[in-house]
Every structure is written in structure tokens, then in C-alpha cells.
């Protein structure tokens, strides 16, 4: 079966400091990969997917195969970055299931 | 609809009534899925349902929460004698299938239980 896992239930950083959320992953098919972020009373939403190799809000993340990793990351990190922040992986295939992990709360320091 | 519809979006029960919370997914999605999160806590799955497959009832705590979806579309979470630790906000979200295809959350069922 297929499982998410992201480390840091906290992460604490001070504004202008890099960040980097850890995912890593353990799946045996060809997956999909996902950030999703939960602001202060706002409803979950999609952050970014690696099909897309896009950057949203400064933050990119790089699908590493051979690490099984998908770690969010973003050079400088701002206020209004605090938030929760989970990582999700999509299997491939007719029956397919998103999993997430326990999520990781961002607190970016002024 | 435009989004995931939750109902009711607050509920106050006693200790050992059932309560029934709803969601509306978004109109075409196959997959919808249950998810609870308490206070400070993370992503707890419960169930998972994709087109006629039989749902995924893995993540359900205990016999006493159940969840069917009619019409492939509305779906009803149940939970029978309710206690004090199911208090949390209750999430629904649905996707299409496919490869690209994202979950969209909705606002989510505030469950108190007093």
C-alpha cells in the first residue's frame, strides 16, 4: 500500500530564511504527486503537482524517484507562508486513491 | 454546483445521538472522499469512494461511523452514538479520475459533541 510521510509536524523559520517541507513517499507504481495548503480558516486547497513542474507563490517542489522524495521548497520565506501544509500522492491506474500525509504546519517568524 | 458543499457546516450534538453530516461533490467527480481533522491535528482518512467500485472503508474508526453514497453523487456520513473524541471538522472532497486531475475540499462539517 501506498504511504506518505512528512516528518516535521512543526517547522519554524524566520521571514527571509529559505524553507524547505519534507514528503517522502513509498508507492510502487508510477505516481502522482501533489502539495496542497490550509491557511488560517480557509478551506484545504492545491498548492502545486509535479505533472505541472510549475512554480505557485514562489514554492516549486522536484519529484525525485530515486530518493522518493517531493520536498517543498522556497528561498525566502514570507508571513503570509504560514499555514499547514500536506503532502499527497495519487496512485496510477483504474482504482485511483489520493493519500496524504499528517502535514507539516509552516510558522514563519517576523 | 460551483465547489464541494458540506451541510450543516456546524453541529452541536449530546453525547451518544447520531448525527448525519452531507456532501454535495462537484458535479461529473467519481471519487469522494471523507476526511477528519482535529484540533491542531492532521489529515485522518476515513473512506473513499470511486464510481461502482466498492469504497474504500479502511480509515473508519470504529462500527459506529458508516458512509454510503447514492446516485454515485450525495454522500452521507453517519455516526451512531456519539462520543466526545469524534468531535473534529469533518471533510469532504471529490475529484475526477484521470492523471492531472486535483481534489477539491470542501469547507467542511464542524462537529462538537457536548
Known amino acids: 500500500a501506498q504511504r506518505v510521510t512528512q516528518p516535521e509536524k512543526l517547522l519554524s523559520v524566520f521571514k527571509g530564511a529559505p524553507v524547505e517541507l519534507k514528503c517522502n513517499y513509498s508507492?510502487?507504481?508510477?505516481?502522482?504527486l501533489f502539495w496542497y495548503v490550509q491557511y488560517s480558516r480557509q478551506r484545504l486547497q492545491l498548492l502545486l503537482r509535479h505533472i505541472s513542474r510549475e512554480s505557485i507563490k514562489g514554492f516549486t517542489a522536484d519529484l525525485n524517484k530515486g530518493e522518493t522524495s517531493f520536498h517543498l521548497k522556497k528561498p525566502f520565506a514570507q508571513e503570509e507562508d504560514s499555514a499547514m501544509y500536506y503532502c499527497?500522492?495519487?496512485?496510477?491506474?483504474?482504482?485511483?486513491?489520493?493519500?496524504f500525509g499528517t502535514g507539516t504546519k509552516l510558522q514563519v517568524i517576523p | 454546483g460551483a465547489g464541494v458543499s458540506q451541510s450543516p457546516s456546524n453541529k452541536v450534538t449530546e453525547k451518544g445521538k447520531d448525527v448525519e453530516l452531507r456532501c454535495d461533490p462537484i458535479s461529473g467527480h467519481t471519487a469522494l472522499y471523507w476526511y477528519r481533522q482535529s484540533l491542531g491535528q492532521g489529515l485522518e482518512f476515513l473512506i473513499y469512494f470511486q464510481g461502482n467500485s466498492a469504497p474504500d472503508k479502511s480509515g473508519l474508526p470504529s462500527d459506529r461511523f458508516s458512509a454510503e453514497r447514492t446516485g454515485g453523487s450525495v454522500s452521507t456520513l453517519t455516526i451512531q452514538r456519539t462520543q466526545q473524541e469524534d468531535s473534529a471538522v469533518y471533510l469532504c472532497a471529490s475529484s475526477q479520475q484521470g492523471a492531472g486531475n486535483t481534489i477539491y475540499f470542501g469547507e467542511g462539517s464542524w462537529l462538537t459533541v457536548v
Open positions: 508507492y510502487s507504481g508510477s505516481p502522482e
Open positions: 499527497a500522492l495519487k496512485t496510477a491506474g483504474g482504482y485511483q486513491k489520493v493519500t
